[in-house]
């Protein structure tokens, strides 16, 4: 399934350290999402975006900044996170009804 | 808040065995999906369903959802290998003209050969 690309697959970086996360959607929705996925924590929603608009931000901290320059992109940028910020990050993007998810981004902070 | 639970946590069945997965949500839902976490995979849709005490089945996969709309089952009759995951149920709540899906805590399922 390519419907949604996520990059990089795996990151490890440290606390003071500044990455992006990618996703690319090629199906034409108009939402997409961004998502954490931790061992302990079942799918916990971040950030919702509709036609390019954030419309939903879960209580996110503010060390996690999404943008979406268009509707087929989403990005996550982190900067100065956390250990406990080391989970697997996954995006998706929706029209109406199912979710179509990306692989994730397996993220690693030291 | 609103919550989506499922039970059990983790299953652990025979090869051959029935399977069985509860999502319970604390507020009436618009509609429930099920989505297929394979190890190392990410989420894929299995179904939707909308209509209060609806059943639909694929192959081995029966799906139901409750007559007040709060609860819904995922039954696999005679589980192979192939079914080896994470189960998760996803609740759409509306609130106030705003739609949130909402994820249920999964049920882990692993088969012994």
């Known amino acids: 399934e390519t419907g949604v690309t996520q990059t990089p697959r795996h990151l490890v970086m440290g606390m003071t350290n500044k990455k992006s996360l990618k996703c690319e959607q090629h199906l034409g929705h108009n939402a997409m999402y961004w998502y954490k996925q931790s061992a302990k924590k079942p799918l916990e929603l971040m950030f919702v975006?509709?036609?390019?608009?954030?419309?939903e931000n879960n209580s996110v901290p503010s060390r996690f900044s999404p943008e979406c320059p268009n509707s087929s992109h989403l990005f996550l940028h982190l900067h100065t996170l956390q250990p406990e910020d080391s989970a697997l990050y996954l995006c998706?993007?929706?029209?109406?009804?199912?979710?179509?998810f990306g692989p994730g981004t397996r993220l690693t902070v030291l | 808040g609103q919550q989506v639970m499922q039970i059990p946590q983790y299953q652990h069945v025979q090869e051959g065995e029935d399977f069985t997965t509860y999502c319970n949500s604390s507020t009436t839902l618009s509609n429930i999906q099920w989505y297929k976490q394979r190890p190392g995979g990410h989420p894929v849709f299995l179904i939707q369903l909308v209509k209060s005490g609806e059943v639909k089945k694929q192959k081995r996969l029966t799906f139901q959802f409750g007559e007040a709309k709060k609860n819904s089952s995922l039954h696999i009759t005679a589980t192979q290998t192939t079914d080896v995951g994470t189960y998760f149920c996803a609740g759409r709540i509306s609130n106030f003209g705003n739609e949130k899906l909402t994820f249920g805590t999964g049920t882990r399922l692993t088969i012994i050969p």
């Open positions: 975006y509709n036609f390019k608009e954030q419309t």
């Open positions: 998706a993007s929706s029209q109406v009804g199912e979710q179509f």
